[in-house]
């Protein structure tokens, strides 16, 4: 079973940026379709991005196009989410797992954007 943890989360101001790892354990990780999701307070959880198994193929919810990059390594068993030009409305937990279903939800990581 492949476990998913999140890092890279933080308190940074508003047009700063952040990086977040989710690191896989498990030979399998390289097989999936994975995605970054995220869930502020009081809203369900959102996609905001996702990239094919390979890595060559990525997509992204209009209010982080050209702002959020999406990556993985699948010789490391990680994927990426680049963030920048973050504004107060990107502030949630972030979460990564694959659109299938195929795995538990880990922790999320914490990001906070002040204005």
């Known amino acids: 079973q492949v476990q998913l943890v999140e890092s890279g989360g933080g308190l940074v101001q508003a047009g700063g940026s952040l990086r977040l790892s989710c690191a896989a354990s498990g030979s399998t990780f390289s097989f999936y379709l994975m995605a970054w999701y995220r869930q502020a307070p009081g809203k369900q959880r959102e996609l905001v991005a996702s990239i094919s198994a390979s890595g060559g193929s990525e997509n992204y919810v209009d209010s982080v196009k050209g702002r959020f990059t999406i990556s993985r390594d699948n010789g490391k068993n990680t994927m990426y989410l680049q963030m920048n030009s973050l504004k107060p409305e990107d502030t949630a937990v972030y979460y990564c797992?694959?659109?299938?279903?195929?795995?538990?939800w880990g922790q999320g990581t914490q990001v906070t954007v002040s204005p």
């Open positions: 797992n694959s659109p299938t279903g195929r795995f538990a």
